[in-house]
Each structure stands twice: as structure tokens, then as C-alpha cells.
């Protein structure tokens, strides 16, 4: 494996880390400041006038859509491998990657319909989500049933004549809250009787067709992570065109498979961006204040813990890359496994680094002043979103085993886990 970047991508590398230089950096205080005005007047639902402000910036500088490789509509697209570099630096202030249009749950969702939409449902939803006029949310998660197994899906996507009609509630609707969300991918069941993987199917729903209620938003640890949002939604004899359905019925749980391949590798790449950037709050921190005598960077348990943070950093970046070279080189069925491990791994070193930082700021790491609680809250998440770690540890163990009994790695079917 050649972890070498190409000296296109060391250019883009430097052009993004000055872009965070001259933009990001000094506007993450306003970024808060501007959201807790909005909460205060009343509505914190309003877009980011910061981000609107800094995404012509980045379109100018050749800092857009590097998330989806070989689409002919985003020919800048990078490989994995290639993007790794850069979506770890967008990892270090977590707001920052909706400037480069490379946000979750977009960039998901503009995956899939680059992959199976038709040509029609891609020129009316694909391209303005390229192009950063909206935004989109993903339908998957329900109330009522454990959604870390895919199949307990519920919702019903039922033909009547020339329309599918869409009933059910689905929660952890993330990027819903945004007034600029008009579209939704909705996973839901076409066939309750067929095959156990063939019951599901994917459908476009366009936000505002008649019968979509959103019933409420579900803070995460406190925050309600506005603009973007978190909602319950119901949806109530919703109809849609039959062509909103993406490659046919019961191709949900496969559209799923490769959906959410890109989704675990992307987070997992911010989630060393984070981890680095709270290594660096912790060591400055350390060396900042004196305890019983000495800097508190002269501590043995402060040094024993940024050992171990670095190392443990450098161990999941490689795990990421080596998953993203094999996405690249080999193909998400066959990387199944490395992302499997890598989606265990990066949530969870990150939270451990987080949470020593906090302990290096004392009080001050759990309040709003410093921005690790925050990041805390969102890394925890993650150990649950595309997946709880336990079902993500099932899938290796069995792809181990697998070794052991004359299995193919194809042969074993891997579970679409999606939520909490």
C-alpha cells in the first residue's frame, strides 16, 4: 500500500489548511455567536450567514465537492484515499465541512443518487445539492423498532397505480431542521413478505409533499445542533411519483450497503481531525497552568496520556487509510471488513483523547468556553450512527470466523445498521 499523496492532492492539502487559516479559524467563535443570536430571537432553525458568506470562497478556490469520486457532474471528485487527507482537516472544526459542500448526511445522499437515481431524479436533486442550494436529509431510523438491524424496518412504501404512498415515522432525521432541506431518501418496506434483504426499497421525497409532518427535534446531550438538526418525522399517506424510486423494489438494503460505506469512512476521517486538534488543546493547555508546583504538562499522568493519544492517533489514521485505499483499490464489499474496524476505532479514540483534554481543563473543558463538550457529545454519537460499535464488532468477528470455515469474505452478509 502507497500512502504517498500525489503532489495535486499536497496542493489542495496546503490550499485548504491556509483556507482554515484565513476563514475558519478566526470565525469559529462567530459561527456560535451567530446560532446562539438566532436561538435567542427565537428561531434557531436560520441558515449560517457565515457559511453562505465562506462557500463561494471555497468554490473559488477549488475546494468543492471532494467527496464524490468518478461522477462526470463532480469532476473534481477525489479517491478515498485521496480525500482522506482533506476531510480530516475539515474534521477539526466540525462546521466547517458544509463550506466545502462535503457535509453529512449530503454527501451521502448525493452519493446515491449519483449511483442509482435516474437521469431525471439527478437533474432535478442531485445537481442543486452540488451546487450547495440545499440541503437533504436521511429517512432510516424509526421509534419503534431497534434500527441497528435494518430489517425491523416498518415503514410502508406502497404502489397505488402511478405512485408509491409512504407511511411511518422515522427519527434522528439529521439535516432536517434546515429550511433549506427539500429532500428526503426515505428507506422503507415495498414487500414485508419477500426475502428478509429484499423487503426494502429507497424513494426521493420531495420535503414539502402533503402529509410530512415534523413532529419535533431531539437534542443530542443538550445541543440541538441547529441549524442542521436532528427531527422526528411522520409520514402520512405521502405519495410520490413511481419514479422516485431508486433502481426498483427491494433494492433498499443493497443501495444501503454502498450508501454507507463512503458515510463510516468520512466520519471516521473527521473523527481524527477532532482527535488531533483536542491533543493540541490539551497540550497547550498543559503547558498553560502550573499544579502542586509544576506545569501540568510536567505531570507523569498528563505525559503518559499525550503518549498515548498520539499514538493511538497515528494507529487510526492508518486503519482509515488503509480502508480507503482498499475502497479505492479493491471495493467497499471487499474493504468491508476495514471499515468495519476503522468505524469501531476512530469514534472511540477520539472520544478518549476528548475526554483527557477535558480533564487537562479542569472545569472549564465541560463548559461552552472551550469547544471539547461539544465535540464530546458529537464523537459519542457517532459510536451509535451508521451503526452501534456492537454491531459493527459482530460483523468482524464473523468475517474472522469466516476465515476458519472455508468461507469467502463475500460470503458473508454484512448487516446495514444505521441508527440508535
Known sequence: MQFEYTPKVKEMQAKLLAFFDQYIYPNEKRFYEEINANRQAGNAWVPSKLIEELKP?????????????????????????????????????????????????????METLERYASEELKDKWLEPLLAGEIRSAFLMTEPAVASSDATNIECRIERDGDHYVI????????????????VYIVM???????????????????????????????????YDDAPHGHMEIELKNVRVPVSNILLGEGRGFEIAQGRLGPGRIHHCMRSIGVAERALELLCKRALSRVAFGKPVANQGVTQERIAEARCEIEMARLLTLKAAYMM???????????????KVVAPNVALKVIDWAIQVHGAAGVSSDFPLANWWAHQRTLRLADGPDEVHRNAIAKLELAKHMGLKPEDVKMPVARGF
Not at 167 to 182: E, F, I, L, Y
Open 57 to 109: 470562497k471555497a468554490r473559488e478556490a477549488g475546494l468543492w465537492n471532494l467527496f464524490l469520486p468518478r461522477s462526470p457532474r463532480a469532476p473534481q471528485g477525489l479517491s478515498n484515499l485521496e480525500y482522506a487527507t482533506l476531510c480530516e482537516i475539515m474534521g477539526r472544526v466540525p462546521w466547517s465541512a458544509e463550506v466545502f459542500n462535503c457535509a453529512a448526511p449530503d454527501t451521502g445522499n
Open 167 to 182: 407511511n411511518g415515522t422515522k427519527w434522528w432525521s439529521s439535516g432536517a431542521g434546515d429550511p433549506r432541506c427539500k
Open 188 to 222: 422503507g418496506k415495498t414487500d414485508p413478505n419477500a426475502g428478509r434483504h429484499e423487503q426494502q426499497s429507497m424513494i426521493v421525497v420531495p420535503a414539502d409533499t402533503p402529509g410530512i409532518t415534523i413532529k419535533r427535534f431531539l437534542p443530542v446531550f443538550g
Open 328 to 342: 479505492d483499490t479493491v471495493g467497499n464489499k471487499v474493504a468491508k471488513a476495514e471499515i468495519a474496524m476503522i
